[in-house]
C-alpha cells in the first residue's frame, strides 16, 4: 500500500488544526513519498503544506511532482515562495519548471529569481537556450570541478565545500585555467591516493562527452553503452557545460518509451499521467487517429466491393476474410514492433535497409507455411475442397512475406524522410495491409477458381 494513502488524511487534519506539526510528521519521511503525499491533496493543501515546510524540503518534493501539477502549484505558492524553492532545486529540474510554466508566470518567476539568486537565474537562462530534447536542456550545471595543477588532497576539500550542492560526486572534472575539460578523475582513485598526488596522474584523458546539440536519446545510449553515472557536455571549444546524469536518463528513457508506445497504439503522446490528464485532452489526442485509421478502411470496403463479383460467384470466400486480413495485420505489427525497437535502441540504422528486408521476407515465408498447413487442415475440415484448401495455403504464404515486408519497411521510410518510425503505427499498418491482403486474396482466386467462377457467372447470366 502507497504511505499517501496511509498519512494523507492524517495530513490534511494536521494541516487544519495544527499546521506546525506536519514538519514534525515529515522529518523521517523519504522525498519520494513526500511527492506522493502531495499529490492526494488538493492545490490548496499541497500548497499549504509546501509553505510550511524548510526550502530545502519543500525543493525536495516539488521536483519530484508532475510537471502539470508543478504549473498547478506556481499561483498557489506566490512567486516569493516558488522563487525559494526553486533556488534548492538541482539545476535542470529547476531549468524543466520555467520550460513548463505558461510565458508570462516564467518570466515573472525568473525577474523574481534574479532577485533572490541571481545565480540560479543564470543557470535557468544556460540550460533553457538548449532545445528540449537536447543534452544542453537535459544537463545539469551542478558538478565538482577540480584544476589540473590540485593535489588529491585540495581535490577532496573542495569536495568537502561543494559535494552537498551537486547531484553527483562520484567523478571529479579537471579543468584547464580556460574551462577545458582535459581529464576526469573518480572519487575512489582521489581518496586512496597519496594526498600530495597530482590530480594528473590519477585522472582519465580520454573522456566520453556529448555535445549540447545531441539528442537526448543518443544521450541515454551513450549511458547504456558505457556503464557511467555522468556524461559531461562539452562545447565546441571543449569547455565543460554542465554534466547529465544517470536518473535524468532514466526519465528521458521512460518518456521516450512511453512517446513510442502511444504512437505504436495510434495515439498522440500524452505528457500527463492518466488520471491527471483531462477528458477532452484524451478526446483531443485520440480521435485524430482514430478517425484517419477509420478513413484508412474506407479502402478495404472499397476493395470488397471491387471483388463483389467474385464474392457472390464463390460464396465461401467470404468465409475466410477475416482470417486472412487478420493474418496480414498481426504479421506487419509483429515486424514494425521489432524494427521500431531495434532502430530505438540503435541496433537498426537506415543502411541495414537491405539486410532488414531480406530477414523478414525470409521469415515471413517461414512463417507463412506455418500458417499455411494449419490454415489447409482447417480448409479440409469444413470440407470446401482441395482447391480453395490450395487457395488459402497460397494466400497466407504470400499476406504473410507482405506483411512482413510492409511491417519491416514502412519505419525505415518514416524515419528516412525525417520522421518519427514510432508513427508507423501498429493500426496504422494494419489497414494498409488489410487492403492489400484483400487484393492479393481475390487476385489468386480468380486465378486458381477461375474454372469455378466461370461456371458461376454462366449460370447467373
Known amino acids: 500500500m502507497r504511505l499517501a494513502h496511509l498519512i ?27 511527492a506522493d503525499v ?77 532577485k533572490v539568486d541571481p545565480e540560479a537565474a543564470e543557470e535557468v537562462e544556460q540550460i533553457a537556450r538548449w532545445p528540449a530534447t537536447s543534452a544542453g536542456h537535459l544537463m545539469t550545471t551542478d558538478f565538482i570541478a577540480v584544476g589540473a ?18 547531484e553527483v560526486i562520484n567523478y571529479l572534472y579537471v579543468l584547464s585555467d580556460d574551462g577545458r575539460l582535459i581529464g576526469v578523475a573518480s572519487l575512489r582513485d582521489v581518496l586512496i591516493a597519496d594526498p600530495k598526488a597530482s ?78 490528464t483531462t477528458f477532452w485532452t484524451f478526446i483531443k489526442k ?5 478517425l484517419a485509421l477509420f478513413v484508412s478502411e474506407f479502402f478495404t470496403g472499397t476493395a470488397l466491393r471491387h471483388y463483389d463479383q467474385v464474392l457472390q460467384s464463390v460464396s465461401q470466400l467470404a468465409f475466410y476474410v477475416p482470417l486472412l486480413i487478420s493474418t496480414g495485420g498481426n504479421s506487419g505489427s509483429q515486424s514494425s514492433t521489432l524494427v521500431i525497437r531495434g532502430m530505438a535502441v540503435g541496433e537498426i540504422r537506415l543502411r541495414d535497409w537491405y539486410r532488414v528486408l531480406v530477414r523478414e521476407m525470409s521469415q515471413g515465408v517461414v512463417l507463412g507455411l506455418i500458417l499455411a498447413a494449419v490454415g489447409t487442415v482447417r480448409v479440409l475440415m469444413w470440407r ?30 518514416i524515419k528516412r524522410v525525417g520522421f518519427d518510425p514510432a508513427t508507423s503505427s501498429a493500426p496504422f499498418i494494419a489497414s494498409l495491409v488489410d487492403v492489400l491482403g484483400l487484393v492479393i486474396y481475390f487476385n489468386l482466386a480468380k486465378v486458381l477458381l477461375a474454372q469455378v467462377l466461370s461456371a458461376a457467372q454462366q449460370m447467373a447470366r
Open 8 to 34: 494523507g488524511p492524517e495530513m490534511k487534519d494536521l494541516l487544519h488544526e495544527d499546521p506546525e506539526q506536519v514538519v514534525d510528521l515529515l522529518d523521517e519521511v523519504h522525498a519520494e513519498d513526500l
Open 38 to 114: 502531495v499529490l492526494e491533496l488538493d492545490d490548496r493543501e499541497a500548497g499549504e503544506l509546501l509553505k510550511r515546510l524548510p526550502a530545502e524540503a519543500a525543493a525536495d518534493i516539488f521536483e519530484r511532482l508532475p510537471e502539470g501539477r508543478q504549473e498547478a502549484l506556481v499561483p498557489l505558492l506566490g512567486m516569493q515562495s516558488t522563487a525559494r524553492i526553486a533556488t534548492e532545486m538541482s539545476a535542470d529540474d529547476r531549468a524543466d519548471l520555467f520550460s513548463a510554466l505558461p510565458e508570462d508566470v516564467g518570466e515573472a518567476l525568473l525577474e523574481t529569481l534574479e
Open 149 to 166: 595543477s590540485d593535489t588529491a588532497a585540495e581535490a577532496i576539500e573542495r569536495i568537502r565545500t561543494h559535494g552537498k550542492d551537486v
Open 199 to 276: 590530480i594528473l596522474s590519477l585522472m582519465m584523458e580520454n573522456v566520453i562527452t556529448v555535445a549540447p546539440e545531441d539528442d537526448q536519446e543518443a544521450v541515454a545510449r551513450m549511458i547504456q553503452k558505457y556503464d557511467v553515472q555522468a556524461l559531461p557536455v562539452v562545447d565546441s571549444a571543449g569547455k565543460l557545460l554542465g554534466i547529465i546524469t544517470v536518473d535524468d536518463v532514466m526519465d528521458v528513457v521512460t518518456a521516450e518509451h512511453t512517446e513510442d508506445v502511444h504512437r505504436m497504439a495510434g495515439v498522440q503522446p500524452i505528457e500527463d499521467p492518466y488520471f491527471e
Open 286 to 290: 485520440r480521435a485524430g487517429w482514430l
Open 384 to 413: 470446401d475442397g482441395i482447391t480453395m484448401a490450395s487457395l488459402i495455403a497460397a494466400t497466407l504464404v504470400c499476406i504473410t512475406v507482405m506483411g512482413c515486408t510492409v511491417g519491416s519497411m514502412l519505419p525505415l521510410v
